[in-house]
């Protein structure tokens, strides 16, 4: 349930609440709106004592979260959620533009591809350190070599560094080194991940799991927040159907759907999502169009010879093209992409 | 394979040639681009004789034909094919919009929806005369009856009708009252009726069908194309996958990849491809930003009363409302809406 | 709704009932039960006065029909419909086997063909002699000549024939060749054609489309059955999903699931299913575990000169030693398969 | 490649090719068949120096492995592998019956629903003490108590006890418990995982992804077997398609399409992928008609009061009558169920 609280709540009543939330045996999330503040109290168990909270001279009212997703969800908090770290900005009417390699491979190809795409507007930079790869025998990243080139890059051109951890054990070096720590497709429902993710303070780009439901989304990012961590970024990168043109299928309406229902931003990557460096160019704009809170684009020096996902890469020039028809949508639209 | 006449062949050169053609026992369909006259000769047999026409002096160049839809290829066309009827244009960086209720279920509520969507910019009014129902007990449209209030609604507007034929010996009947003739996601690979439309000299608007590859969508179109009819119009609806939160799942993708392939014009249907009215309008958006020659909308002039489709149809402030964010993407993106 | 009459109501008191359901509106189904007759009463419109039918002293109850396919409904008619058409028996306990080539090719090919699937112990024929063929360039099938071959072999063997028709107006010159009017996935929602074969009095096999769910499925049967015609043979042929290593994903699920909810009898059709021979044995065995109440499989005389679907015929051979191991099953769990 | 050693090789001549191998920087995998051992050479790089080993006195031939899944392919092993713990005997002819309850909720309903399914005829007892779940606020499992309480059964009833490991750091307690590690789903792809089970010597039920192609799937397999633990179940639980009457949709043909590529055995879960305990049955026939080489199934002393899955549960009674079933087919198609 929500309890909110009346405006003007100090910080000592919050506490109070907090405690006494905790006394019934449920978790105490602490949310702090532009208008006032509202304690999310989750639980498997409730019962009518809860109920009791409303009485408290402090409480203005206490509401049921009817969503499964109770953190994520808009009930407990209207207000879109804005993610902010260095330049990058994502959410709330900003559209933050994450761009680079699938992987990264050597020090001047992620420095090159780091200062193009800083060049061309973005303010962060993706790149992979840890890979997973479908097989065993592929190359699985660069490993702690490839976060310290990553960290290169950004000391190199401000760019906040977005890259992926695969694996509980490994949150803490990643962490060392990224600003954005990213969640996988392939490991959105990795439950002990995501609560490892949900414990450190830096904001998570989750990834939607290729045959996900939106519930299954939302759930998977309450992990994460359950734990104490409030920024997420929800990624929608194409789910698996019966099509084959393309490596997935990249429904846009999610972007407005999930919008409806979460204050979490929502940001779109249109390179899984299609596969096809060509059609990378008019879903990104597709995308912000749509109300995207960013995008997520893989850009190599030199597609032809990427290590992996070439395929789907744009060329830095493609990307400065890309960015520029993104940019007029955006005007055209009321939205900031600077 | 495509005979590539050389440039100003007279009509006679051209007549000649098509003989020729028809003598090897393949289909001719005479093609006029902009700069040359082409002929794309195909039939289920070919032999070294063909490549005899190779020879003839009115030819440049005899070319295969890789793609299996052969009059819908790229390779036989290179430019769009621009499909115009009264102030309806699509195709070319032209966006036609087309709107209007699901299902025509009465003389003011027809008119009420045409003056609406053309007081909003629309061009083309959609509305269902012959419904296909899943349900033999659901209302099946009033058949004539609403032919004719369609007619009715364009005499007082201006307005091109679309509307669905469903089975081959209504043809005559819906063409006679149609400007552009619907076929419809079910029926996107009843082959007969594509050949029947094929037959007729009107526009088709081919809808795919929910688990339709794009390869099958385009011979379903070569269908048409190979009667002699060459103005169709594709029309991505969206796809059935696993998703539930959303009647279908609308791949944009298709739209640039189509334009990839082949040069007919490809128009996006929002309403059915989300099945909720909150979601048409940003979908409207992103599909002129990712290129799509035109909509096609559901407007009733009351949704809570409509007697199909009510959920997922936009008020006609609604649609007014979205007709002036895509005419914002369309201008800054270079396209023609008006 | 049902109308129930009671036990031994005379032919004279059906009569009058259907005339009474009739007078509101509604269509008056008669069903003969083993114990009972019912009169299945259905339309687009139901109000109180209907409820005046329990009334009658002939009527036992009057129920209302849930499902939405009110006469293939269990509710309508909890036995099961046993097909019997010459020597094959579909449903109720009775695995009916039909198998032949994809596609009538020449006289001997459909003649080797039948005696093969005859001396296995086939009791129905299939073969296509009217072919709906995704390219319009591809051998669309020796039409009436095809159907006069069927007829031949037929004669020749005395196994029923099995033939798609693609479209009503070809609806009377099948049937006049046809024992089982076959309707394909790509049409199982052309609402016409299924009025249409619903008017003949000749069972039909109405096929799964690749994208349909069980209620479109049965609302499909729905159209047909309400023409009058209670002879459908439902067909799971595999439905279309992300898997690309077989042609279609069969979920044989489906046989128990339609059981459940309809007393029309459920066959399975493992080649289209598949698309690979060496799965078919497996599946047509694991199909009669399951529950099926007949299979259609694709045999050719040489599958390596088939016209089409070679890649998923099975040879006489392989198909006699695939009934062989049908038999083994449907012994084992008590079906007759003869 | 793969390396085959000549009949009669001795220990020593295997070890020294081992080394060999290794001295060209591949992984050596030694697969010791009925009539002869080779070596499985794998890793990222190849070259000419490979070849060498052709020449080599012991080798009888050097092969390539086309399959991207170098030890998982039966290019490797055509043998089919068969997995034996205490009485579990999965493979080879043999089906393997694994049954129980979806989670362990307390010891008198574990050991209730062991002794059933023991009674029944299964040989090994499922049960959750880790559950991956969908929300954070739903039970999670007892956790290590649970194990223990698996662990109880086992020497209560000797059936050899699968459970499921989520993340590597759990995969040394788990193991300390159970006699086969699974691995779910959702992890499927979760690669560190499938490394720390991989360097385990217990046995793995893989599950396959609900949106895994089978490449994936066998590639997923690979990780496991590339850390030198052979011992890995596939299993089949059900894909996620448009169908939603189901909850997934269980191909069946992945039994026989598997065993042609892997020596791996196969079993399938007919309680997941169809998540409706009256489709159970007829599925668990259907699984062993096709060849599975087990079933795993939910089986719960109560299954309205289970904490979890209750609706896809059998009682133990519909157990008892499933397992008779599946016997008779068993005995019809000439494999061992015990």
Redesign the interface.
Same mark, same amino acid.
């Given at each position: 349930m929500i309890v909110v609280l009346k405006r003007g709540a100090t910080a000592d009543m919050i506490r109070k609440m907090v405690a006494r939330v905790e006394d019934l045996g449920l978790k105490a999330h602490v949310i702090e709106g532009t208008e006032r503040t509202v304690i999310a109290a !989750?639980? +498997?168990e409730r019962d009518k004592r809860e109920e009791s909270l409303a009485s408290c001279e402090e409480v203005e009212q206490v509401l049921p979260i009817l969503a499964?997703?109770?953190i994520a969800s808009k009930e407990t908090k209207p207000e879109p959620t804005v993610v902010r770290v260095r330049d990058l900005t994502i959410g709330g009417g900003h559209i933050g533009m994450i761009a680079g390699p699938c992987a990264v491979e050597s020090e001047a190809q992620i420095l090159e591809a780091a200062r193009a795409v800083k060049a061309a507007g973005a303010k962060g930079l993706r790149g992979g350190a840890f890979k997973?790869?479908?097989?065993? %025998?592929?190359?699985q990243g660069l490993k702690e070599e490839g976060l310290k080139l990553l960290a290169a890059a950004r000391d190199a051109t401000g760019l906040a560094v977005v890259t992926e951890v695969?694996?509980? =054990?490994l949150v803490e070096l990643v962490a060392k080194y990224a600003d954005v720590l990213q969640i996988g497709a392939? @490991?959105m429902? @990795? %439950? =002990?991940?995501l609560q490892a993710v949900g414990e450190v303070r830096k904001p998570v780009l989750l990834k939607r799991?290729?045959?996900a439901?939106? +519930?299954?989304f939302l759930?998977a990012a309450? %992990?994460i927040l359950?734990q104490g961590n409030q920024e997420v970024i929800l990624c929608e990168r194409g &789910?698996?159907?019966? /099509?084959? =043109?393309?490596r997935f299928? #990249?429904? #846009?309406?999610t !972007?407005? %759907?999930l919008h /409806?229902r979460t204050h979490l931003p929502v940001i779109v990557d249109p390179s899984h999502?299609?596969g096809?460096a060509? #059609?990378v160019p008019?879903?990104c704009? *597709?995308? !912000? *169009? !749509?109300?995207a809170d960013g995008l997520i684009v893989e850009v190599h020096p030199d597609p032809k010879v990427a290590l992996s996902d070439g395929k789907q890469s744009l060329t830095p020039d493609a990307f400065a093209e890309t960015m520029a028809?993104c940019k007029? &949508?955006a005007?055209? #639209?009321g939205y900031t992409l600077s």
């Open positions: !989750v639980g +498997e499964p997703y109770k997973p790869r479908t097989s065993p %025998y592929a190359f695969m694996t509980p =054990h392939r @490991n429902q @990795n %439950y =002990h991940l799991g290729p045959s439901t939106i +519930e299954e759930l309450e %992990y359950d &789910v698996r159907t019966f /099509e084959s =043109h393309t299928t #990249l429904p #846009l309406a !972007v407005p %759907y /409806e999502g299609t096809i060509s #059609l008019p879903m704009a *597709a995308a !912000v *169009a !749509v109300g028809q007029r &949508v005007d055209a #639209l």
